[in-house]
């Protein structure tokens, strides 16, 4: 009797044992199912996000592909011959445009800055220390600067007259560097939308020679050489205005740096006076 309960105690505990664990395993499955579920919803979540930020830069690259591809169509339409033209225009005009930007950023100095210190070393006495310092330092104004200190220096020029005359002929002459090259923007700023102008003109005879042999004025007849007129005159237009804003923004450094000497020549004629080697 007790071994048959033993048994029966022992197939029970048996059979508890394996509900919990099938009990356990359903439950298992059941998380597993819920996290999977959860990770796809999340994964469909992402790429539906994704998806309108994939279409935008896919948008976006069609646009600028399509705006590439547009401006090399209508350079192909314009001719050949006229379009090589006005683009050799631009090519160097910005060649001579960025050549005057970067000569004019390295001659942009503290004019200040370097009077004052100029000052200290002329009314300390230590003029030749001053113009090896003018000469080591870039610019119209250390150049005017230096050569105003040379004279102070000599002994046979160091009178305010020849002071003040050799100030006013070095100005001149780094005024000068200042605005080479410029000749040569102002040229092409005029060719570009010449060439333009020229283009439409032929490209208007073009259209009446072919209007001649059809015999027929139609649009069609007519349009091409319309075409080509408008397109190279727009494209000499856009050239020019590109080449006028550098152009006036070299202006606007040149300006600023002349008067920059002119600053600069006031104070060394200042201090040039108050130097004890200068002859009153």
Known sequence: MKKLFAIV???????????????????????????????????????????????????????????????????????????????????????????????????????????AELADLVGAGKVEEAIKYAAATRGPVAQVSRKALECLNSKDQNDIATIERTINMEAEVQGSYLEENCSWITLFIAMAPSLGFLGTVIGMVMAFDQIQKAGDISPTVVAGGMKVALITTIFGIVVALILQVFYNFILARVEALTGNMEEAAQELLVMCVKSDKCQK
């Open 9 to 115: 105690a022992l197939v029970a505990a048996c059979s508890f044992a394996m509900t919990q664990s099938v009990v356990a395993q359903d439950e298992e499955a059941a998380v597993e199912a819920v996290d999977t579920a959860a990770v796809e919803e999340a994964d469909s979540a992402a790429v539906e996000e994704a998806a309108p930020v994939e279409e935008e830069v896919a948008i976006v690259e069609e646009e600028s592909e399509g705006i590439h591809k547009a401006l090399k169509t209508k350079f192909i339409e314009g001719g050949a011959d006229f379009m090589s033209l006005v683009a050799i225009a631009l090519v160097l005009g910005l060649a001579f445009c960025i050549e005057r930007v970067i000569y004019l950023s390295l001659a942009q100095i503290n004019t200040r800055k370097f009077t």
